[in-house]
């Protein structure tokens, strides 16, 4: 479970900026997770609570965004989104040349503090 190592480094990163901002207490942060990261969205709601025990981010509010599969096709020369991120065949013309536009990370993109 990779979450927790997610979850882990996503806090050291959040605190380090509340203290930089000379918060008290961070309330809410909004998380991108990418369509190819891997990342079991339950898992890490799960993770992300037990890591901020004892944290400026306790109690915090997880917001979560995940990112479509999103694929540029080169033989269509148009952007598709998969259905599923084990097919990697394009929707329209079936092409395996599909090049990943969508991320395979976790982004931090807002960080609410008091």
């Known amino acids: 479970m ?6 882990q480094r996503a806090i050291e990163l959040m605190e380090q900026q509340a203290r930089q901002n000379n918060a008290q207490r961070i309330t809410a942060v909004w998380l991108k ?9 339950s898992a890490l709601t799960f993770c992300f609570e037990l890591v901020c025990r004892g944290t400026l981010a306790e109690g ?4 979560i965004e ?9 033989d269509c020369q ?3 989104t ?7 065949r ?15 990370g976790m982004q ?3 960080l609410e503090i008091e």
Not at 66 to 73: D, G, M, S
Not at 82 to 88: D, F, K, Y
Request: proline share 4%; with cysteine; hydrophobic share 35%.
């Open 2 to 7: 990779h979450e927790i190592t997610l979850c």
């Open 33 to 41: 997770i990418g369509a190819f990261s891997c990342v079991e969205t």
């Open 60 to 63: 915090c509010a997880l917001h």
């Open 66 to 74: 995940e990112q479509q599969a999103e694929c540029w096709c080169p």
């Open 78 to 80: 148009q952007y598709v």
């Open 82 to 88: 998969l259905l599923t991120q084990r097919v990697r």
């Open 90 to 104: 394009c929707p329209q013309c079936q092409s395996d040349k599909l090049q990943i536009v969508a991320d395979d």
């Open 108 to 110: 931090i993109m807002r």
